[in-house]
């Protein structure tokens, strides 16, 4: 086991990869019998210091269909110059270039530990990033204050060649010209009237030069700057001018009368937005960022009216289908979203409000383009200005930790087909022979783009095994899968990943127990995790646990060890041990809950469960609590009500928030201020080792999460109860009598209740 | 303009041409090449066919009329000669029909032998002496035309047929259009006569002939019956007769030296003349009509013609002969009022007093009447019953001009404040307390004395009466005894029962490409920096309540947030012009003092801004439409001034193509021209006035801008249109800031409502003006300025009563310029008379005129012009008529006998029938004809005086010394001498004209130039030069711009310079060559008209 633990970490670490299973059911009935699919999550641009890149282009196969990129599992025969691929058995000359090549004089990508290897393309126009502003300016005063400094804060850490633009948003939307000197020139649009792209590019004066254009599409580079100089700069030429610009932003002057909300144009701002770009910068990495401070109150994309008295959509009025204008605006979001990802643009969405602002409707921006969501109670938080600032952060070659305009590519052997994607992607719509008529997430394409990416940027890929029961494979047989993900870097280069990957195939009927052992419980509960997310989005909360309790149930009985309707005497092997576990904080999750989440709050934390990277993703699924006590250093404790002890410090991790919990006993020490004293001081460094520990998490963690100080009996305590295990609750308290742990007052079931539930159906025959 | 009257004249004469052809090879046939004029005249040949079609009357009468072209030439020089004191029989060019008429007399006399021919040979008697035209003045002074001397053509007749002649004549001139088809040899000639005319320098012929013919002179004018006559007269006698004529053309060869030509006239003259004939022509035109028409005041049959109406009975008419200086002068008129009148202070106190004119310049003291300069009426008198009022015909109107500047020696009226309780109004009519309510039980109650009403006096308000049942305190009170005064309004007369908003200003500037590249962008941008510093100020305030903003556009419009916090001015672009709003709230409407860096910032910036535009196209409807919405965000009523250029031919609401098009003029169709293209400006215009947004418009075409569409909604919002053709920075830059200085800093009341209330027994039905009504009552005003008037037609829906007389009151409620909520009120009362004589002794033919032009230019929105004028011209024959039979002592029926009030409503009227907009000319431009239709509609009655009766100083006649302004002469050619300087304004349009043979010292002290040659025509500066006559004469224009609403640029012309077309076009008394009939023509054919009434 220790083996397959290690192979998996170690794969992880060089190609950003993480399947289901480690070994491959050899047929497709086997397949669909093993309940987890076959999957895998990818990080295509997963941080590699010791990855140079190579300064070439891949060498690709000559078959039209296949196209596969020459890598280490390639057959090469030496003398004759020849690489035979691995996908399609296609014999292929080596091109030119590598005359040279030889046993001994292998190329990088055929070295084995160049699994994943990227190259940079040196063709084609290098266009600068783009960064397009658009900002909510119905703010409170503080607010608007806050988030002018953090913009003009930006300007600074953006590449001095990046293009920058501005719109404001609040009745009126305004697209500020940014080269004047001495006036300021802005374009305004009324924001309740919807305007194709053809009309904005018109208002906005861009279509003249767009006519030579199509006529003359040599000319195009050249014309492209000149087209959209007026409202996209140079950062470093209009950099005092936009600092300006941003420090005379004014709040919305439209007066609000009581019992009213702002007039907010966000719909029609966007969608400027997503026209000017479309108009000038089609197919170059450009980010719109929206910072919006409340719902969008008029226009296309409205969600709530302006009369404070209506309050917004809560899901009970989706329920109940009284959410009048969901359905327009969402679909307004989303026909954005589509244009902004056929032009390879992302957007980011920083909602800071108390109140919802309507991300539940304008979450597809963000999803489909793999733009940032975040949201928080006020742009003068460190939340968000700290958020805000780490996209901007560099990595170790002082790179931004971004990238734009992405394609992956997944080519399978035979065996395989791609069921489908669930990601921060859309669907390229590529047929081929290697696309499953199964669709699991985003399927039916072996092509899909993601407009905005990061180090993190976390794929669930689905496949299906395809091959028939009776054409068994060879014994040692292998499959393989080969990613390829064409972006454009941070540094404008292009650059193509390539990772490809391979596994050994096995037969589920002799060999399940190499089948088994080669689980990778951690990356399937995550991978089903997203299987259900994506179902929640569409069906109804209820339908989905169902399901996720039936492919619980149904993978118990097939790797379980026990006695017919014997519930006692079920195993589980070490390698589905957690899985249960993992279930069972998922369905009582945000993520597939959402009782006491408002609408914004759930596609808010789907968003990113969506799109984290495997560790964070099981932070997500089950948070992490540490204790810490004057009996040891600090451990890691069971999530369990048992855990929340009076003498102990806890900390909590649920990745959307840092809760620092201290029992009772600990906060009446503070409050008798203990830690002041000099004879008390190791109290003092007690209190202060989680606040530490919580720091070091924060400074990796985007977004921030919300970081909270509380203590027993404090209001904010509700956060770490709603996610402990509740083993005591107001209904066994007095049963136990155990003065160990806290009870809960819930009538939720206990993980206790759960895995018996589960032992029991799990060993009934009548599933 | 001569094309037109050529047209109409021309077809009868086909038969006249055999004829002339024969007098016309013979003549002309050399003289064609000798025409060195022809060039200038070449557009004129076209007119003189139309004199040949006189001719062709002449054709019958061809032999007589030959006989008197000779004359006609002879006359003109005689004119200049002898009538040098006429100044000039030419004048009469508009009506050629009955020019002709009279010319044929003329020409008899001339051809001296042929004279007897002549029709008349009683006026020829007199012509031959220079003493007829006495006679004919004395019978002029008279008024009374004696018809009698019509018969007297038939005698000429017998020969000539002359009398014959004029009938047909008269009947022939609307066909001498066919002439067009003859030109060929014989109408050439003529129509270069006439041509001349025109254009021509009547004077010099005129002068020689003259000298040679004399008086007879007078039938000589019907210059274009000269021409036929020519033809026979040669035949006749012709030859030298005709001689004379060519003669005198011949000088106009010489052009320049025009006059000294003349001299040679005699024998060689005819071949010349051929030549020349345009040049003659013009003479004889001016000329021959002049004198004609003059002595024949009876004769008015030839004018007939000219107006379309048939010749009628052309042989008793015929001969009659007028003198110009006979026939009532308007300068005598003006100049009697002003000796008699501008004396002693006008006092209000007594009921129906006819006040002064308002060429008078008078004090007006008010005892309870409103001063006529807020208020005058047609009529002082008015009659009692329906009946009669129309029996006389004489429409009852009043000209109000509610926010009138008052000269500083006069007060203006008392704001009252009431309190709380506002303004005491009549419980049922709702009539403001005023002077005439009558107070009973002790002062208790009150009657209403416009509904009759009684009424409770509030506690507050209650006072004794004395023992003649006056109030104690009516001497304390403005409400008691004044008959005009302020109420304070109080919060319900607000809208939405809110106290209004200081009024805003907003500056809407188009910076296309036309706008940059003349230069105004940047000259604007200049001027409005220190303009702004002047914005009208309530009373005593130190600075302006006026907030202003500003917006420039061109397909798109661009705002501006000049808040006084920023740095520098932000400008936002709206491009959604067919949806349009505003894009900001907050610093758009500014305080000038709190933003002027900003401003002067903005204002710097605007022209570099667009300094390399490419843009040409426009919008116009959204730019209205953006100013109006700014003022609904900001809750306030103000005023845009927009600069525009072109026409809006961009894509917007309120989109405009070029629709002009001349051949439409003269038909059914030719009303649309004056109005709107499209209703989107009149819908626009009533969301402007809902929302008090008064729209001043500054226009700068190159071309067509359809000012019948720009005009609607300025029109319709009380605001004014300013036209620069052709603007040109060096040219106009005066003219421009000028008027821009005034229309910005000029008192203004928004969001107003007038209301006239009458007392029992007279209505007010009809209204004319800029303004927009939205029921029958009530007149709505989004903007009203001292300068605009709203004329007020009433009429009878019941009896009057002779001692309570008829009372008006016109309230105003209206928004100072400082945001004050003010009613302003003004009373009348009018004496009511069951005698006709008694309406006709208290008429005010200046009001009337100006009721008259209104009406008319209304009318053209609906009809054919040409009804339009055909009702003007009944409705005067009415009026007149109605006075000759009912009020004048028993005379003969050839006698034109005028009321002494309305002895100018014929010359006026004229004046009214030749504007542009009721008979343009052919280089009068559609927009011209729109923009002064449009300017006319709110004018007052010293504006319209002026600009159909234009104002002519002789500057070189009286002494340099003298200071008083020197007295006008009257507005004819025959009065210019061409060793003078004149003056002409009409409060539109100033020119100084000189004549050929000014001193060089003049010309050297007042252009500095040497000599005549050297002066540049069209010069718009007189250079300043340190010398009494420039001073004087600078001085003069400075003086005489002061005086009028709108900068009126100076041109200099040149006598017989091309420009002198122009200038000739104001002189009013001449027959016009658009076809206008001149004073004396229209005078007969007026007494025509009424004879015919009569009988």
């Known amino acids: 086991m220790a083996t397959y633990l290690e192979f998996i970490q170690q794969n992880e670490e060089r190609d950003g990869v993480r399947f289901s299973w480690n070994v491959w059911p050899s047929s497709r009935l086997e397949a669909t019998r093993m309940v987890v699919p076959l999957a895998c999550l990818l990080t295509p641009l997963k941080e590699r210091p010791d990855l140079p890149p190579v300064q070439y282009e891949p060498v690709l196969c000559s078959r039209p269909t296949c196209k596969a990129v020459l890598n280490p599992l390639c057959q090469v025969d030496y003398r004759a110059k020849l690489w035979a691929c691995n996908f399609c058995f296609q014999r292929n000359q080596f091109p030119p270039a590598y005359a040279g090549i030889s046993e001994v004089n292998q190329p990088a990508e055929l070295m084995p530990q160049f699994s994943t290897i990227e190259y940079v393309i040196q063709r084609g126009a290098q266009s600068p990033l783009i960064f397009l502003y658009v900002v909510d300016t119905c703010l409170e005063e503080d607010d608007l204050q806050a988030l002018k400094e953090s913009l003009q804060m930006s300007l600074s850490l953006l590449p001095p060649d990046a293009l920058v633009g501005l719109i404001t948003f609040g009745r009126m939307v305004q697209v500020h010209e940014l080269s004047c000197e001495g006036i300021s020139k802005s374009y305004v649009f009324r924001g309740t009237k919807d305007l194709t792209a053809k009309q904005i590019q018109d208002m906005l004066g861009l279509s003249k030069p767009a006519m030579p254009m199509q006529q003359a599409r040599p000319a195009q580079p050249q014309e492209h700057p000149f087209v959209s100089s007026r409202f996209l700069q140079p950062i470093q030429k209009i950099d005092m001018n936009l600092t300006d610009l941003l420090g005379e932003l004014q709040r919305d002057p439209w007066p609000v009368t009581q019992g009213k909300r702002p007039l907010r144009s966000t719909g029609v701002a966007l969608s400027i937005a997503v026209g000017l770009l479309e108009g000038t910068f089609p197919n170059t990495g450009a980010r719109i960022m929206l910072f919006t401070g409340g719902p969008p109150t008029q226009g296309p994309g409205m969600v709530v009216g302006d009369e404070l008295k209506i309050p917004i959509r809560s899901w009970h009025d989706i329920e109940k289908d009284n959410a009048r204008f969901m359905k327009k605006a969402t679909k307004h979001y989303e026909m954005l979203a589509n244009r902004t990802a056929a032009n390879g643009h992302c957007i980011d969405i920083y909602a800071c409000a108390l109140d919802q602002t309507g991300l539940l409707e304008m979450k597809c921006c963000t999803n489909l383009t793999g733009g940032h969501m975040v949201m928080g109670d006020s742009f003068n938080t460190s939340l968000f200005k700290q958020?805000?600032?780490?996209?901007?952060?560099?990595?170790?070659?002082?790179?931004?930790?971004?990238?734009?305009?992405?394609?992956?590519?997944?080519?399978?052997?035979?065996?395989?087909?791609?069921?489908?994607?669930?990601?921060?992607?859309?669907?390229?719509?590529?047929?081929?022979?290697?696309?499953?008529?199964?669709?699991?997430?985003?399927?039916?394409?072996?092509?899909?783009?993601?407009?905005?990416?990061?180090?993190?940027?976390?794929?669930?890929?689905?496949?299906?095994?395809?091959?028939?029961?009776?054409?068994?494979?060879?014994?040692?047989?292998?499959?393989?899968?080969?990613?390829?993900?064409?972006?454009?870097?941070?540094?404008?280069?292009?650059?193509?990943?390539?990772?490809?990957?391979?596994?050994?195939?096995?037969?589920?009927?002799?060999?399940?127990?190499?089948?088994?052992?080669?689980?990778?419980?951690?990356?399937?509960?995550?991978?089903?995790?997203?299987?259900?997310?994506?179902?929640?989005?569409?069906?109804?909360?209820?339908?989905?646990?169902?399901?996720?309790?039936?492919?619980?149930?149904?993978?118990?009985?097939?790797?379980?060890?026990?006695?017919?309707?014997?519930?006692?005497?079920?195993?589980?092997?070490?390698?589905?041990?957690?899985?249960?576990?993992?279930?069972?904080?998922?369905?009582?999750?945000?993520?597939?809950?959402v009782f006491n989440n408002s609408p914004d709050e759930s596609s808010y934390y789907r968003h990113h469960f969506a799109r984290q990277d495997l560790t964070q993703s099981l932070i997500m699924i089950q948070p992490i609590l540490y204790s810490y006590s004057f009996h040891g250093p600090p451990e890691p404790v069971l999530l369990d009500s048992s855990s929340i002890l009076a003498d102990r410090i806890l900390l909590m991790d649920t990745f959307f928030q840092i809760v620092i919990y201290l029992g009772e006993t600990i906060a009446q020490w503070q409050k008798a201020g203990y830690q002041d004293m000099p004879e008390y001081e190791n109290f003092k460094h007690l209190l202060q080792a989680p606040l530490d520990d919580a720091q070091e998490i924060l400074q990796a963690r985007f977004p921030m999460p919300r970081y909270i100080n509380t203590e027993h009996g404090g209001s904010q305590a509700r956060f770490l109860l709603s996610k402990v295990n509740p083993s005591q609750t107001h209904n066994n308290l007095y049963a136990w009598g155990q003065e160990t742990g806290a009870p809960i007052l819930t009538d939720d079931v206990s993980l206790q209740v759960f895995m018996d539930h589960l032992k029991k159906l799990a060993v009934s025959s009548a599933c | 303009m001569n094309v037109n009257q050529s047209a109409a004249p021309v077809p009868p004469f086909g038969q006249p041409q055999p004829i002339y052809p024969g007098y016309h090879q013979s003549n002309y046939g050399g003289q064609p090449g000798t025409t060195a004029p022809p060039t200038s005249y070449g557009a004129y040949n076209g007119p003189v066919p139309g004199y040949q079609q006189t001719l062709p009357q002449g054709v019958s009468r061809a032999p007589p009329s030959s006989g008197a072209p000779p004359v006609s030439t002879a006359q003109a020089t005689c004119g200049q000669t002898a009538y040098g004191q006429f100044g000039q029989g030419d004048v009469q060019n508009g009506p050629s029909s009955t020019v002709q008429m009279q010319r044929l007399p003329g020409s008899q006399p001339f051809g001296s032998p042929l004279a007897p021919v002549v029709s008349q040979p009683a006026v020829l008697q007199p012509y031959g002496?220079?003493?007829?035209?006495?006679?004919?003045?004395?019978?002029?002074?008279?008024?009374?035309?004696?018809?009698?001397?019509?018969?007297?053509?038939?005698?000429?007749?017998?020969?000539?047929?002359?009398?014959?002649?004029?009938?047909?004549?008269?009947?022939?001139?609307?066909?001498?259009?066919?002439?067009?088809?003859?030109?060929?040899?014989?109408?050439?000639?003529?129509?270069?006569?006439?041509?001349?005319?025109?254009?021509?320098?009547?004077?010099?012929?005129?002068?020689?002939?003259?000298?040679?013919?004399?008086?007879?002179?007078?039938?000589?004018?019907?210059?274009?019956?000269?021409?036929?006559?020519?033809?026979?007269?040669?035949?006749?006698?012709?030859?030298?007769?005709?001689?004379?004529?060519?003669?005198?053309?011949?000088?106009?060869?010489?052009?320049?030296?025009?006059?000294?030509?003349?001299?040679?006239?005699?024998?060689?003259?005819?071949?010349?003349?051929?030549?020349?004939?345009?040049?003659?022509?013009?003479?004889?035109?001016?000329?021959?009509?002049?004198?004609?028409?003059?002595?024949?005041?009876?004769?008015?049959?030839?004018?007939?013609?000219?107006?379309?109406?048939?010749?009628?009975?052309?042989?008793?008419?015929?001969?009659?002969?007028?003198?110009?200086?006979?026939i009532p002068s308007p300068i005598q008129v003006i100049e009697d009022d002003r000796n008699n009148r501008g004396s002693e202070p006008f006092v209000t106190g007594v009921r129906g007093q006819v006040p002064p004119l308002v060429t008078t310049s008078f004090l007006v003291k008010d005892q309870g009447n409103a001063s006529p300069r807020y208020i005058r009426c047609t009529s002082y008198n008015i009659p009692c019953t329906s009946d009669m009022a129309k029996q006389a015909q004489v429409p009852l109107a009043a000209v109000i001009k509610p926010l009138a500047r008052l000269p500083p020696e006069e007060a203006s009226p008392y704001v009252v404040d009431h309190g709380e309780s506002g303004p005491l109004r009549c419980n049922r009519c709702k009539a403001y307390m005023c002077p005439f309510m009558q107070f009973i039980e002790g002062g208790r109650r009150f009657q209403c004395c416009f509904c009759s009403c009684i009424n409770d006096v509030p506690p507050q308000y209650f006072q004794h009466l004395d023992h003649t049942g006056k109030r104690?305190?009516?001497?304390?009170?403005?409400?008691?005894?004044?008959?005009?005064?302020?109420?304070?309004?109080?919060?319900?007369?607000?809208?939405?029962?809110?106290?209004?908003?200081?009024?805003?200003?907003?500056?809407?500037?188009?910076?296309?490409?036309?706008?940059?590249?003349?230069?105004?962008?940047?000259?604007?941008?200049?001027?409005?920096?220190?303009?702004?510093?002047?914005?009208?100020?309530?009373?005593?305030?130190?600075?302006?309540?006026?907030?202003?903003?500003?917006?420039?556009?061109?397909?798109?419009?661009?705002f501006y947030n000049v808040k006084s916090s920023l740095a520098q001015p932000q400008m936002m672009v709206v491009s959604d012009v067919a949806d349009m709003f505003v894009p900001l709230l907050d610093g758009f409407l500014v305080n000038v003092n709190e933003s002027r860096a900003v401003i002067t910032s903005l204002l710097d910036q605007i022209p570099e801004m667009f300094a390399d535009t490419r843009e040409t196209e426009t919008v116009f409807a959204p730019v209205i439409q953006a100013g109006m919405e700014a003022l609904k965000a900001a809750e306030c009523a103000g005023k845009l001034f927009l600069f525009h250029t072109s026409l809006p031919i961009a894509e917007a609401p309120g989109k405009l193509k070029n629709r002009d098009d001349r051949k439409l003029i003269n038909t059914d169709k030719e009303k649309t021209l004056f109005q709107p293209q499209t209703g989107a400006y009149q819908t626009l215009a009533k969301e402007c006035v809902a929302q008090g947004c008064c729209v001043d418009l500054f226009l700068f075409p190159n071309q067509y801008v359809d000012v019948a569409t720009l005009s609607v909604v300025p029109q319709l919002t009380g605001g004014s249109v300013y036209k620069y053709a052709c603007f040109q920075v060096e040219n106009d830059q005066e003219r421009f800031l000028s008027d821009l200085r005034r229309d910005v800093q000029k008192v203004v009341g928004f969001d107003a409502v007038m209301r006239v209330r009458t007392s029992t027994g007279i209505r007010a039905v009809d209204f004319f003006g800029a303004f927009y009504m939205s029921n029958t009552t009530d007149v709505e005003l989004a903007g009203l300025d001292g300068d605009k008037t709203v004329t007020v037609e009433f009429k009878h829906d019941d009896r009057l009563n002779e001692e309570s007389g008829a009372l008006l009151q016109c309230a105003l409620l209206y928004t100072s310029c400082a945001g004050q909520r003010r009613l302003r009120i003004h009373n009348l009362a009018l004496n009511c008379c069951t005698l006709l004589a008694d309406l006709y002794r208290n008429c005010e033919t200046d009001t009337l005129i100006n009721y008259m032009a209104k009406f008319a230019y209304r009318g053209v929105l609906n009809s054919p012009v040409k009804s339009v004028r055909d009702t003007l011209i009944t409705q005067c024959a009415q009026i007149l008529a109605c006075?000759?039979?009912?009020?004048?002592?028993?005379?003969?029926?050839?006698?034109?006998?005028?009321?002494?009030?309305?002895?100018?409503?014929?010359?006026?009227?004229?004046?009214?029938?030749?504007?542009?907009?009721?008979?343009?000319?052919?280089?009068?431009?559609?927009?011209?004809?729109?923009?002064?239709?449009?300017?006319?509609?709110?004018?007052?009655?010293?504006?319209?005086?002026?600009?159909?009766?234009?104002r002519?100083?002789?500057?070189?006649?009286?002494?340099?010394?003298?200071?008083?302004?020197?007295?006008?002469?009257?507005?004819?050619?025959?009065?210019?001498?061409?060793?003078?300087?004149?003056?002409?304004?009409?409060?539109?349009?100033?020119?100084?004209?000189?004549?050929?043979?000014?001193?060089?010292?003049?010309?050297?002290?007042?252009?500095?130039?040497?000599?005549?040659?050297?002066?540049?025509?069209g010069l718009s500066v007189l250079p300043v030069l340190d010398n009494p006559l420039s001073k004087k004469v600078r001085g003069l224009i400075d003086s005489l711009r002061a005086q009028r609403s709108r900068y009126m640029k100076l041109i200099v012309v040149k006598q017989e310079d091309k420009l002198e077309m122009l200038f000739k076009h104001f002189l009013v008394e001449d027959k016009s060559l658009s076809g206008g009939a001149s004073y004396v023509d229209f005078l007969c054919h007026m007494h025509k008209e009424i004879r015919q009434l009569l009988s």
């Open chain 1, 387 to 593: 958020t805000f600032q780490r996209i901007f952060s560099k990595d170790f070659n002082g790179d931004f930790r971004m990238a734009f305009g992405a394609t992956l590519e997944v080519k399978t052997s035979r065996e395989l087909k791609i069921a489908g994607a669930i990601g921060p992607c859309v669907s390229l719509n590529m047929k081929g022979p290697c696309v499953s008529e199964n669709e699991l997430g985003v399927g039916g394409t072996s092509q899909w783009k993601i407009c905005g990416l990061d180090p993190t940027s976390t794929l669930g890929i689905y496949f299906e095994v395809v091959n028939q029961h009776n054409a068994p494979i060879p014994q040692g047989g292998r499959g393989a899968i080969q990613f390829v993900t064409q972006y454009q870097h941070s540094s404008t280069q292009k650059r193509i990943r390539v990772t490809t990957i391979a596994r050994n195939w096995a037969d589920a009927q002799s060999q399940l127990r190499h089948i088994e052992a080669a689980f990778d419980q951690e990356a399937a509960a995550v991978l089903m995790a997203r299987l259900g997310v994506f179902r929640a989005e569409s069906e109804e909360g209820p339908d989905v646990l169902r399901w996720l309790d039936r492919q619980l149930i149904r993978l118990c009985q097939k790797f379980g060890q026990y006695n017919k309707e014997d519930p006692t005497s079920f195993r589980l092997s070490d390698s589905f041990s957690l899985y249960p576990q993992f279930m069972f904080h998922l369905r009582r999750s945000p993520f597939l809950q």
């Open chain 2, 129 to 326: 002496p220079p003493p007829t035209s006495a006679q004919v003045t004395a019978q002029l002074a008279g008024m009374q035309i004696s018809g009698a001397m019509a018969p007297a053509p038939p005698p000429s007749g017998l020969g000539y047929g002359p009398p014959m002649s004029l009938a047909s004549a008269s009947g022939s001139f609307p066909n001498s259009g066919p002439y067009g088809s003859y030109p060929q040899g014989q109408a050439p000639p003529l129509s270069q006569a006439q041509g001349h005319q025109g254009v021509q320098p009547p004077q010099r012929s005129a002068p020689p002939l003259a000298s040679s013919f004399t008086p007879p002179a007078s039938g000589v004018p019907r210059m274009p019956s000269m021409t036929s006559p020519l033809l026979p007269g040669q035949g006749f006698g012709g030859p030298p007769v005709s001689q004379p004529n060519h003669v005198s053309s011949p000088p106009p060869q010489a052009l320049p030296p025009g006059p000294q030509v003349t001299g040679p006239p005699g024998p060689p003259p005819p071949m010349h003349s051929s030549q020349q004939p345009g040049y003659q022509l013009q003479q004889n035109g001016s000329f021959g009509p002049t004198r004609g028409p003059q002595p024949n005041y009876g004769s008015p049959y030839p004018g007939a013609p000219t107006f379309g109406s048939q010749p009628g009975p052309p042989q008793p008419l015929p001969p009659k002969r007028l003198d110009p200086d006979a």
């Open chain 2, 472 to 558: 104690v305190d009516a001497y304390d009170r403005p409400e008691l005894s004044l008959g005009s005064y302020e109420f304070l309004a109080t919060v319900d007369y607000c809208k939405n029962n809110k106290f209004p908003s200081p009024p805003a200003f907003i500056f809407m500037i188009d910076v296309s490409y036309n706008a940059i590249r003349t230069g105004l962008v940047r000259l604007l941008c200049e001027e409005l920096k220190s303009l702004l510093d002047y914005l009208p100020r309530e009373g005593g305030a130190e600075e302006s309540a006026i907030r202003v903003g500003f917006v420039t556009y061109n397909k798109v419009l661009h």
């Open chain 2, 883 to 950: 006075y000759r039979k009912n009020c004048a002592s028993p005379s003969s029926a050839g006698q034109l006998i005028l009321p002494e009030c309305m002895k100018l409503l014929p010359v006026y009227l004229n004046c009214v029938l030749k504007s542009d907009v009721l008979q343009p000319g052919a280089e009068v431009t559609t927009d011209d004809r729109a923009y002064v239709r449009q300017l006319v509609t709110s004018m007052d009655v010293a504006e319209t005086n002026v600009f159909f009766y234009p």
């Open chain 2, 952 to 1017: 002519l100083l002789p500057l070189t006649k009286s002494p340099i010394e003298s200071t008083t302004e020197p007295p006008a002469i009257r507005a004819s050619e025959e009065r210019l001498s061409n060793g003078d300087i004149y003056l002409l304004e009409n409060g539109l349009n100033l020119f100084l004209w000189v004549g050929a043979s000014v001193q060089q010292g003049v010309v050297q002290s007042l252009f500095n130039v040497p000599s005549f040659s050297q002066i540049t025509s």
